[in-house]
């Protein structure tokens, strides 16, 4: 073990964490280092011991020891290591009077010494000789919960602990401990609960107290808040109301145990002994209000706690101004305040008034019973303290009340336990929820108190303190302050009322903080009075600025409070008084002051601010304090030199230790308190003397290198230090005391300039609003610049203290930040000189300081002597760009004390060199404000007023003529400036500046500049091209041609990059881009005049995506191309007269609306279809009618220059008729068919929107009449009618049908016999409806332009292929936006199709595989042409077919539509596969089929069916699936008679089982099955059996109801008939050749058991479409049987 050395010897070992220990603060006075073999971490003094903490995590202990076994008395002078604790790590430590504790790293407490009262946590030990865990475990968790602990506190009797969770834990003895008990020692740690739910930053115990620096709570969020009924912190009721007989009692007895919040005093009003829990008065403006209220029947008593009530009787109110009603005692507010007396500090008149008020109000609760529970108030004298309360009165001399309490007095106190005032809670508009439950009538007195104390709300002052905090939440707090200061609204004179708010003006009426309430008085009031008082509170706008929300979690917090509690006999409390106190309650005067750290002495306490200031309270005997001042019962400032900024303390049993910066960075000491006299520490009997009246230099600490923190305890003091290793140390310690300067700085400047300033009145005035509005930003941002520079400085202090890794840094970790707000706040600076803002404050500045405003000069150090007041203002707000290279310097210093390859040199280099850059940048921009501020001034008028902005910046202007503009008039003077946002045209008549007549402003983001090429010399060009014009400007020489070629792009590129950021950077790049996105506004062109575009540019067009916006709401939003719309876009035009808009979304082409797309009409109409110069033009459908009703028409065909035209189907929904056919300019003319919903067919010819000529008319029974009509529906002329029966009548008609013809002809009955008539009398339907090749012409003349043909099969196929590829490309881009539209599967669809089949060549048989497969997926996709096209199709064919056009007579047409369809698709597939045969043409044999063929010889006579190329077997499979529905019901509705018969002839057959079917259809018995497979068992076929026989055959022909296309219906059949033969085959075991009688007996047995209802209607859509090559074939005999069975099957006869 190394002995002590004296300091004053070099020594080379131990450069880091050498601790050095002395007394007192003589001259003669020299440390003792104390020598260890690893450097000290942390020392900690008790009152005669001490205790280590080294690195590596050991712990030693020296000094007096007696808990350790033979220690000699006199105490070790020599550490002792802990072995107790040598297998752990250690982190911190602490030492009490005569105990110490550690905590290890995995969070475990170890306490050893005395335990006489409990305080090392462990039960049944008075000592505990050895490092002990102490078990902290949370019990009210389940299961219970082992608690992390951060660091330990050590007192005389108690300990504290902080927990990772930031919660505080106690244990030991005393009211200190902040428990809910009485019964002490505690010997398990206990959670103090009125700390609980706050962050807890730091914890110190003094002999017999506690303190806690507690991060303040974050404001309240407006949207959150709770009803003011409700207690803000644990959200329980406020307030109980009790029903009696003639009167409710209300009280506020609630218990918060959240904590607990009490009124500071004004610091010199305050008496010292003041019996009360503290102020009751935030300000000489309020008077102290009585907890009685009084209303002519009953009284309302008010208890302020559990166990606290009172009852009174009212006495009358003196009306006369400052008579007092003799009461036989003056009532005691909490804790024994007078409230009768006046509060010392009222010296104004208009004060003595308002006390006068108050002493009447609060003598107004008159004699009263005697306190309920005299016990309860015995026990609490008794437990107060160790003094009486009468000793404490007589102890203090300025008391209030000095005569003892008598019992039968009128006593309102409560216990310490449950402070009155216990609610945090924003309280401002309780009083109107309680009013609302008990309103009773009170004059309009109350009523004019209660406004004239609710105007406090808009007084909005920047108060000492408050700069933290958002105007927001100050006005919103005031509302809350109303009803928390003790306010009751008895009997105020109004002229106390009008006084009041008189002197609403008073700067200071607002305490920082949230206040609390003392007494909460509730009021009777008239419902007229809630009406007055619910008005909405004005609000004042002052210049504040806006607070910084603590988001950086990374950073030390400075908005705290400091909490104390336990014995206050010595004002160690800070509450203003000597009470104790049993649970933890915030010292209001600290709060806003930005505490950073906290000691505690034996009796005194300090409180260190991130301002490097300390304050002091508590016992003062030995000037331990640093001040003279009295009472020393609130914090008040030590007394140290100017320039001396203390940053880390020691406080001792009665001295105080401070560290401090002085005017070199090397920390100095200073020492206030009891001088210890040389040789006491031997004598027992120790001599103390002396006072210090201020801190004293300690004159030693220079040599003791940097000391990097201190600690005191007993009458001893540590240091600890290091040597400058490398400069690395000192480097530190000069970066932090350089950031503690600069932050002193930056506060006096808000003191001291700011605030003052603020106050004035007439500064909104004086500055303008402009000017205001920038100003209120500047200080904002400097807020928010100081608040970091003060974290970054208590960050910097800690880091000293603790860690040393240069990557912990705040300022290299999130050098972001500091660069960000840098900006931020130089941008603001500029801005506000730029609009002449310094200039603008020179008055109010000489309004506030005085004509030479010496105090702004004294503060903006280093500017030069002479200086205008406005120059010194800007030099002032440009302090922090100093500040910012001296970072770099600072950062730069620290890095060359690494090696240079490492990451921490690295790191540094990095981030100094952005500090740096940024520096470079600054002063760029300081500079350019300057220099735009100076053109302002130099051109004053009108055109400056317009175009001076706070943003704007000044590059270059033209005044020395170095540019003109070309083709300009004689007399004409143009001049240009560059701004950086903008360039200026200014033009005039006079040569004279300041006179022009017009100017043009030219925004950069839409400029584009090219040079001239220079062909003819001597014009040095610059051509400028804007949105709506472009001019060519001549320069005087090459070389100011290129200056403003070079300065109008960096300005453009600037403008565009919306940085501003170096100018290098943007000199790298010559040209800013060509095509660019901005937004402008156009003022000339006739067609977009006043629109403003946002979007794409290309060389001054828009080009690209983007939106315009008309000033009568109009809106584009989609693409353009060389300035006007083009291509995919949404336009909304609104409808004024209808409140909706027309909304079209689709294609545009030159800026008119072109191609397909949707229309929706305000309306309520819907187009969806093809445009052409913004007119509905091509195949389109139009919906008419209400959205929300089914549209009572559609129209669906062709337009013409937006009317119908062509073919077209409208279906008029109202009337119930649908008509197909031809129309010209909105009106039916030409050829058509209309059906109705009651079955009337008509088709014939159209004219004028009528049927006009000749026709047929058919109704549902098939009457029918064929001649002449003039109008729908009317008969005239020449015709004949037809019966159902066949009778018929010729001759002339005349009438409506329906409602009775006037007939004149004769009548026939054709006879049986005459067959030849009746041939020619059958009606051929269809003759004069449109045929359908003439249908739908513009769907397909569509598609052919989309393949880039002029008409039909006119092109070119591989220019088609392009345009597909095209299509597919830009429409997938289109649906790339929004994915959901598009499936996986579509999207593997639309790659497939991207390849194009090879289509070269001969097709084979495999070519035409790959053609179908090809179609198939090019038809599933309506993003290809084809595909589209089906689409289409589908449509047009479903809204013709579907509804009233479900009509049987419909069918002839319907299936000769989709023939159509087949032959005109298959032009456009031939067209895109030109070696495709035509329709009926053979496929080319492929290499490996024509072997094949030349071996079987000759034996093929007509070509197989797959080897023929058909339109129906390519594009059938495609097309029927989508048409089957509409088509199928037509055929059922057609076949309905013919499958009514077939369908009860089935059924009645189906009656009979197998075998007699069998028998009776006479199938030979050689066919009939004899064993049957059911269950996978053989069974024997019995005469009863059913549905057994042929079953497989049976099932497989009902799947011809699931199969669409006339092929797959064949492949049904024949598959049956091979499930029949394979059935026959295994009976006879033996080859079998069918003949047609035996076959067709067994398909009919079959046909009949497969029931299927619609045989008629499968049968005749195969008929219909079947492809013609297979009719002869073998499918066409299978079909061919199947049609004869449904015919035997109607004509069965049942014997």
């Given at each position: 073990m190394e002995k002590l050395k004296s300091s004053g010897e070099e020594e080379s070992s131990g450069e880091r964490g050498v601790l050095h220990t002395w007394r007192g603060y003589s001259c003669s006075v020299t440390p003792e280092k104390v020598l260890l073999s690893r450097p000290v971490l942390q020392a900690a003094l008790g009152a005669k011991h001490g205790v280590l903490l080294v690195e590596g995590g050991q712990v030693y202990s020296f000094g007096e020891l007696p808990w350790k076994q033979n220690q000699p008395s006199s105490g070790t002078t020599e550490p002792l290591l802990e072995a107790g604790l040598s297998e752990q790590h250690v982190v911190c430590v602490a030492a009490g009077a005569s105990h110490s504790g550690a905590v290890t790293e995995d969070g475990v407490v170890h306490m050893w010494g005395d335990n006489t009262y409990g305080q090392c946590g462990l039960s049944g030990l008075s000592v505990v000789p050895n490092p002990t865990p102490v078990a902290v475990v949370d019990c009210e968790a389940t299961p219970p919960q082992p608690i992390r602990v951060l660091e330990v506190a050590c007192g005389e009797q108690h300990t504290l602990a902080l927990s990772a969770r930031h919660e505080v834990w106690s244990w030991g003895s005393g009211c200190q401990l902040g428990l809910l008990t009485t019964t002490f020692p505690v010997w398990k740690p206990h959670k103090v609960e009125h700390l609980a739910g706050r962050h807890v930053l730091q914890v110190v115990c003094g002999a017999s107290h506690s303190l806690a620096l507690v991060r303040c709570l974050p404001p309240p969020q407006e949207a959150r808040r709770l009803p003011v009924d409700k207690c803000g912190q644990c959200n329980q009721s406020l307030y109980t109301m009790t029903d009696k007989e003639d009167h409710v009692i209300i009280s506020d007895s609630h218990y918060c145990p959240l904590g607990v919040e009490l009124e500071d005093g004004d610091s010199k009003s305050g008496s010292e002994g003041s019996l009360g829990l503290g102020k009751m008065k935030s300000s000489p403006s309020e008077p102290i209000l009585s907890a009685y209220t009084q209303s002519p029947k009953s009284v309302i008593p008010l208890s302020s706690s559990p166990g606290a009530t009172s009852v009174s009787a009212p006495a009358p109110v003196s009306e006369t101004q400052g008579q007092t009603p003799r009461t036989e005692s003056q009532p005691v507010l909490a804790d024994g305040v007078v409230s009768g007396a006046a509060p010392q500090s009222q010296t104004s008149e208009t004060d003595s008034t308002e006390a006068r008020a108050s002493a009447e109000l609060t003598a107004a609760g008159a004699k009263c019973s005697p306190y309920p529970d005299e016990q309860a108030l015995k026990d609490y004298l008794k437990r107060l303290s160790d003094q009486t309360l009468a000793e404490q009165a007589s102890k203090n001399q300025t008391a209030q009340c000095s005569q003892p309490l008598p019992e039968s007095s009128d006593v309102f106190i409560s216990d310490p336990a449950t402070p009155v005032a216990q609610s945090v809670t924003p309280m401002g508009s309780a009083l109107n929820h309680l009013v609302v439950s008990c309103a009773s009538a009170v004059g309009e007195r109350v009523a004019s108190t209660y406004e004239a104390l609710s105007l406090r709300k808009v007084i909005n002052y920047w108060g000492p303190g408050e700069s933290r905090e958002r105007p927001e939440e100050r006005v919103r707090q005031e509302e809350h302050r109303q009803g928390k200061k003790s306010c009751s609204l008895g009997d105020i004179r109004e002229e106390e009322a009008e006084g009041l708010s008189r002197r609403l003006s008073l700067p200071g009426l607002l305490s920082q903080g949230t206040c609390a309430l003392h007494i909460l008085c509730h009021h009777m009031m008239s419902p007229r009075l809630l009406r007055r008082v619910s008005r909405p509170p004005v609000r004042a706008v002052a210049l504040t600025p806006v607070g910084v929300a603590e988001s950086d979690a990374h950073l030390p917090s400075l908005q705290t409070e400091v909490w104390s509690w336990g014995r206050g006999q010595e004002g160690q409390l800070g509450h203003g008084d000597l009470l104790p106190r049993l649970q933890p309650l915030c010292i209001k005067s600290l709060s806003g002051k930005e505490v950073i750290r906290v000691a505690a002495g034996a009796l005194h306490s300090l409180a260190l601010t991130a301002q490097s200031e300390v304050y002091s309270w508590g016992s003062n005997s030995f000037g331990q304090l640093g001040h003279m001042e009295s009472p020393s019962t609130i914090p008040r400032l030590a007394k140290l030199s100017d320039g001396i900024r203390a940053w880390d303390v020691g406080a001792g049993q009665h001295h105080t230790l401070l560290l401090a910066d002085g005017d070199c960075f090397q920390p100095i000491l200073y020492y206030s308190g009891q001088q210890v006299k040389e040789g006491s520490a031997e004598s027992t009997q120790e001599q103390t003397g002396g006072y210090t009246q201020q801190p004293v230099l300690l004159p030693f600490c220079m040599n003791l290198g940097y000391v990097s923190s201190v600690c005191a305890g007993g009458q001893s003091c540590a240091a600890l230090a290091d040597r400058n290793v490398m400069g690395f140390i000192g480097s530190l310690h000069e970066l932090a005391a350089a950031e503690r300067k600069y932050y002193c700085k930056l506060t006096s400047i808000k003191s001291v300039l700011l605030q003052p300033l603020l106050k004035l009145e007439s500064l909104s005035s004086a500055l303008g609003p402009a000017c205001t509005g920038l100003l209120q930003n500047l200080i904002s941002r400097f807020g928010r610049l100081a608040q970091l520079t003060g974290q970054n400085s208590a960050s910097l202090t800690s880091f000293l203290r603790r860690s040393r890794d240069v990557r912990g840094l705040v300022l290299l970790e999130n050098a972001q930040l500091f660069l960000d707000t840098y900006s931020?706040?130089?941008?603001?600076?500029?801005?506000?000189?730029?609009?002449?803002?310094?200039?603008?404050?020179?008055?109010?500045?000489?309004?506030?300081?005085?004509?030479?405003?010496?105090?702004?000069?004294?503060?903006?150090?280093?500017?030069?002597?002479?200086?205008?007041?406005?120059?010194?203002?800007?030099?002032?707000?440009?302090?922090?760009?100093?500040?910012?290279?001296?970072?770099?310097?600072?950062?730069?210093?620290?890095?060359?004390?690494?090696?240079?390859?490492?990451?921490?040199?690295?790191?540094?280099?990095?981030?100094?060199?952005?500090?740096?850059?940024?520096?470079?940048?600054?002063?760029?921009?300081?500079?350019?404000?300057?220099?735009?501020?100076?053109?302002?001034?130099?051109?004053?008028?009108?055109?400056?007023?317009?175009?001076?902005?706070?943003?704007?910046?000044?590059?270059?202007?033209?005044?020395?003529?170095?540019?003109?503009?070309?083709?300009?008039?004689?007399?004409?003077?143009?001049?240009?400036?560059?701004?950086?946002?903008?360039?200026?045209?200014?033009?005039?008549?006079?040569?004279?500046?300041?006179?022009?007549?017009?100017?043009?402003?030219?925004?950069?983001?839409?400029?584009?500049?090219?040079?001239?090429?220079?062909?003819?010399?001597?014009?040095?060009?610059?051509?400028?091209?804007?949105?709506?014009?472009?001019?060519?400007?001549?320069?005087?020489?090459?070389?100011?041609?290129?200056?403003?070629?070079?300065?109008?792009?960096?300005?453009?590129?600037?403008?565009?990059?919306?940085?501003?950021?170096?100018?290098?950077?943007?000199?790298?790049?010559?040209?800013?881009?060509?095509?660019?996105?901005?937004?402008?506004?156009?003022?000339?062109?006739?067609?977009?005049?006043?629109?403003?575009?946002?979007?794409?540019?290309?060389?001054?067009?828009?080009?690209?995506?983007?939106?315009?916006?008309?000033?009568?709401?109009?809106?584009?939003?989609?693409?353009?191309?060389?300035?006007?719309?083009?291509?995919?876009?949404?336009?909304?035009?609104?409808?004024?007269?209808?409140?909706?808009?027309?909304?079209?979304?689709?294609?545009?082409?030159?800026?008119?609306?072109?191609?397909?797309?949707?229309?929706?009409?305000?309306?309520?109409?819907?187009?969806?279809?093809?445009?052409?110069?913004?007119?509905?033009?091509?195949?389109?459908?139009?919906?008419?009618?209400?959205?929300?009703?089914?549209?009572?028409?559609?129209?669906?065909?062709?337009?013409?220059?937006?009317?119908?035209?062509?073919?077209?189907?409208?279906?008029?929904?109202?009337?119930?008729?649908?008509?197909?056919?031809?129309?010209?300019?909105?009106?039916?003319?030409?050829?058509?068919?209309?059906?109705?919903?009651?079955?009337?067919?008509?088709?014939?010819?159209?004219?004028?929107?009528?049927?006009?000529?000749?026709?047929?008319?058919?109704?549902?029974?098939?009457?029918?009449?064929?001649?002449?009509?003039?109008?729908?529906?009317?008969?005239?002329?020449?015709?004949?009618?037809?019966?159902?029966?066949?009778?018929?009548?010729?001759?002339?008609?005349?009438?409506?049908?329906?409602?009775?013809?006037?007939?004149?002809?004769?009548?026939?009955?054709?006879?049986?016999?005459?067959?030849?008539?009746?041939?020619?009398?059958?009606?051929?339907?269809?003759?004069?409806?449109?045929?359908?090749?003439?249908?739908?012409?513009?769907?397909?003349?569509?598609?052919?332009?989309?393949?880039?043909?002029?008409?039909?099969?006119?092109?070119?196929?591989?220019?088609?292929?392009?345009?597909?590829?095209?299509?597919?490309?830009?429409n997938r881009r289109q649906h790339r936006d929004s994915p959901e539209l598009l499936s996986r599967s579509h999207n593997k669809t639309l790659e497939s199709l991207e390849f194009i089949p090879q289509h070269v060549g001969p097709v084979t048989l495999e070519k035409y595989h790959i053609i179908r497969r090809y179609l198939i997926k090019a038809c599933d996709t309506p993003l290809h042409p084809l595909g589209r096209l089906v689409e289409t199709l589908v449509a047009v064919y479903r809204m013709t077919y579907v509804g009233v056009g479900a009509n049987r007579r419909l069918l002839q047409q319907a299936v000769n539509e989709i023939k159509s369809y087949l032959s005109r698709i298959f032009q456009i597939v031939r067209f895109l596969f030109p070696d495709l045969p035509e329709e009926g043409g053979l496929l080319a044999e492929g290499p490996n089929e024509k072997k094949e063929s030349e071996s079987s010889g000759n034996k093929i006579d007509s070509p197989k069916p797959g080897r023929v190329v058909s339109s129906s077997a390519l594009l059938l499979p495609v097309l029927l699936p989508r048409l089957y529905p509409p088509l199928f019901t037509l055929y059922a509705l057609e076949k309905e008679k013919e499958d009514d018969v077939y369908w009860e002839c089935v059924l009645r057959l189906n009656k009979q089982p197998d075998l007699a079917l069998l028998a009776f259809l006479g199938v030979h018995q050689k066919f009939w099955p004899v064993t049957m497979t059911l269950h996978g068992e053989k069974q024997q076929v019995l005469s009863s059996t059913k549905d057994a026989c042929f079953a497989s055959a049976v099932e497989t022909l009902q799947q011809i109801s699931t199969t669409f296309t006339p092929s797959d219906k064949l492949q049904v059949i024949q598959l049956t008939f091979e499930e029949i033969t394979q059935e026959v085959l295994a009976l006879l075991k033996q080859d079998f050749l069918w003949s047609m009688d035996d076959l067709f007996p067994v398909f009919l047995y079959v046909v009949l058991r497969a029931r299927i209802r619609n045989l008629g209607s499968e049968v005749s859509l195969i008929e219909d479409l079947m492809d013609p090559c297979v009719q002869h074939g073998e499918h066409g005999i299978m079909f061919t049987t199947l049609k004869a069975c449904y015919y035997q099957i109607q004509h069965e006869k049942i014997t």
């Open positions: 931020e706040y130089c941008a603001s600076v500029g801005n506000l000189l730029v609009m002449g803002g310094f200039q603008a404050l020179v008055r109010p500045c000489q309004d506030v300081f005085g004509k030479g405003a010496e105090v702004v000069q004294k503060l903006s150090e280093g500017c030069e002597d002479g200086a205008m007041l406005a120059d010194i203002l800007s030099h002032l707000f440009y302090l922090p760009v100093r500040h910012l290279h001296e970072y770099g310097h600072l950062l730069l210093k620290l890095a060359t004390c690494y090696e240079v390859n490492s990451m921490d040199y690295q790191k540094l280099q990095d981030v100094c060199s952005k500090y740096e850059s940024l520096v470079l940048l600054l002063k760029r921009k300081r500079k350019e404000a300057e220099y735009t501020l100076h053109f302002w001034k130099s051109f004053p008028g009108k055109m400056t007023d317009s175009l001076r902005k706070p943003s704007r910046r000044l590059v270059c202007e033209s005044s020395n003529k170095a540019l003109t503009l070309q083709n300009a008039g004689r007399f004409s003077v143009n001049w240009f400036i560059l701004f950086n946002d903008a360039l200026v045209h200014a033009q005039g008549m006079l040569p004279c500046k300041g006179l022009f007549s017009t100017h043009h402003v030219f925004p950069l983001a839409t400029l584009w500049v090219e040079p001239v090429s220079e062909e003819n010399a001597g014009l040095y060009g610059l051509k400028v091209t804007s949105p709506e014009e472009s001019f060519t400007l001549l320069a005087s020489s090459p070389s100011e041609k290129a200056k403003w070629l070079r300065s109008i792009n960096q300005a453009v590129e600037q403008a565009l990059s919306g940085t501003g950021m170096d100018t290098s950077g943007a000199a790298m790049r010559a040209d800013p881009p060509i095509s660019r996105t901005a937004s402008y506004t156009f003022y000339k062109d006739s067609r977009l005049k006043e629109v403003m575009y946002e979007g794409r540019w290309l060389a001054g067009k828009p080009n690209g995506r983007g939106v315009l916006k008309w000033p009568d709401g109009r809106m584009y939003t989609g693409t353009f191309k060389n300035g006007l719309e083009d291509g995919y876009g949404d336009y909304i035009v609104p409808n004024k007269n209808l409140n909706k808009s027309d909304h079209y979304q689709g294609h545009w082409k030159d800026g008119k609306m072109h191609g397909f797309g949707n229309f929706r009409y305000a309306t309520g109409e819907l187009y969806e279809g093809s445009f052409q110069d913004n007119m509905r033009h091509g195949h389109g459908m139009l919906r008419s009618g209400k959205l929300n009703s089914t549209s009572p028409s559609v129209f669906i065909g062709q337009w013409l220059h937006d009317k119908k035209t062509g073919y077209g189907v409208f279906d008029d929904i109202t009337r119930g008729e649908k008509y197909m056919g031809l129309w010209q300019e909105d009106l039916r003319q030409g050829n058509g068919v209309i059906v109705t919903q009651f079955g009337l067919y008509y088709e014939g010819a159209f004219s004028n929107n009528k049927m006009m000529g000749t026709g047929v008319l058919l109704s549902e029974d098939d009457t029918t009449f064929e001649g002449d009509f003039s109008d729908d529906w009317t008969l005239s002329g020449k015709g004949t009618l037809t019966m159902p029966n066949g009778d018929y009548i010729e001759g002339s008609f005349s009438g409506v049908w329906g409602t009775g013809l006037k007939i004149s002809g004769s009548y026939y009955k054709p006879n049986l016999y005459d067959s030849d008539k009746d041939k020619n009398r059958t009606l051929k339907l269809g003759r004069l409806a449109v045929p359908s090749e003439e249908k739908w012409k513009a769907v397909f003349g569509e598609c052919w332009s989309r393949l880039g043909c002029e008409s039909p099969g006119q092109g070119d196929t591989s220019t088609a292929w392009d345009n597909i590829a095209i299509a597919l490309t830009t």
